[in-house]
């Protein structure tokens, strides 16, 4: 019997009008004219439409803005639809000369929705986010491939639950995602908490688009150039790499360093781990200051993932073994 991670809600016409901001006259006629979409129609004759026709929508707004004729890409899947958005938003980025954006790997449709609103653009401020993949559902997931490396795997599912658990650590394994988020609304405590120990970044709804961009910021490098510079790549930061188990058996190590390193740099990593995971749940638990908590939580984050690859460098200076392992 297989395990069913999600389920698809259903929309009024209303209320996809709402979420994409296309009036309800354009649905019909993208309805009607072109075939865009195929709602289920109740026996009272009402519209719903499902999440892809979300997405559908979003997708067909963004692109008809940018000058594509609404008959030309009406009946695109979702894949060919998504492929020509990043094109196009790639274009953008280079005139604009921003950098690279932080690459997504979206489970849930609703949650790649709210991705790519306008809503969303604005609450990341100047950050910019690619999505690279969008899966429907975590079950989808665990048997794709992926079109692309990205650095984040944000998830969006309505219960946690020890199954889910190990199939997002599946996930995380098969594609090396740097940090994964979870966002959903029923749990029990033991699973949220194992999921915490394990790395994960993990909060429950209702999260409006301004806490969700500071969560998604808070796994930024404060400082990209200077992690470069220190060999870690890229501009998100790594989950952490060593228990305390593993660090407390480094800090008690006798070396030949005179100065002690290994068991200050091991005792400053366990201290900055501590204030990151503190400064998570501030995040978690205050809107208000959300933003501040963002930028507390990245910059401990970048300290602590640069100090693991000093403590690496000591190990191969020094003999020591480090057994990896997510706390």
């Known amino acids: 019997m297989s395990t069913t991670f999600n389920t698809s809600a259903l929309f009024r016409i209303g209320a996809v009008s709402k979420t994409?901001?296309?009036?309800?006259?354009?649905?019909?006629i993208w309805e009607t004219r072109y075939a865009a979409f195929?709602?289920?129609?109740?026996?009272?004759?009402?519209?719903?439409?499902?999440?892809?026709?979300?997405?559908?929508?979003?997708l067909l707004k963004h692109l008809s803005g940018e000058g594509h004729s609404i008959s030309a890409i009406a009946q695109l899947d979702l894949e060919q639809l998504r492929r020509m958005s990043n094109l196009h938003n790639s274009a953008h980025r280079k005139i604009a000369n921003d950098g690279e954006p932080l690459t997504l790997t979206v489970v849930g449709l609703s949650m790649a929705n709210r991705i790519e609103s306008k809503n969303?653009?604005?609450a990341l401020r100047q950050n910019k986010v690619k999505v690279t993949d969008v899966v429907v559902d975590l079950d989808t997931a665990t048997k794709a491939t992926l079109s692309a490396q990205s650095q984040v795997l944000l998830i969006k599912v309505n219960t946690l639950q020890t199954t889910v658990h190990a199939a997002i650590q599946g996930l995380i394994q098969k594609h090396?995602?740097?940090?994964?988020?979870v966002i959903y609304n029923f749990a029990p405590e033991p699973v949220v908490q194992a999921m915490k120990f394990s790395g994960l970044i993990v909060r429950r709804e209702p999260i409006s688009d301004s806490e969700l961009a500071e969560l998604i910021q808070s796994v930024l490098f404060v400082d990209q150039a200077r992690a470069q510079e220190f060999g870690t790549s890229g501009n998100v930061i790594s989950s952490r790499k060593y228990s305390d188990e593993t660090l407390t058996r480094v800090a008690g190590i006798s070396t030949n360093v005179l100065c002690e390193c290994p068991r200050h740099v091991a005792e400053l990593i366990s201290q900055l781990a501590s204030f990151e995971e503190y400064s998570q749940e501030c995040l978690n638990k205050n809107a208000d200051d959300a933003h501040l908590h963002a930028y507390l939580r990245s910059i401990s984050g970048s300290a602590r993932s640069l100090f693991e690859n000093a403590l690496e460098k000591i190990a191969l200076h020094e003999g020591i073994e480090l057994h990896e392992g997510k706390k």
Request: glycine share 6%.
């Open 38 to 58: 195929s709602p289920i129609k109740t026996e009272g004759k009402q519209r719903l439409f499902e999440e892809r026709d979300v997405s559908r929508a979003l």
């Open 120 to 122: 969303f653009a604005a």
């Open 20 to 28: 994409t901001g296309v009036p309800v006259s354009t649905l019909r």
């Open 176 to 181: 090396k995602f740097a940090q994964t988020i």
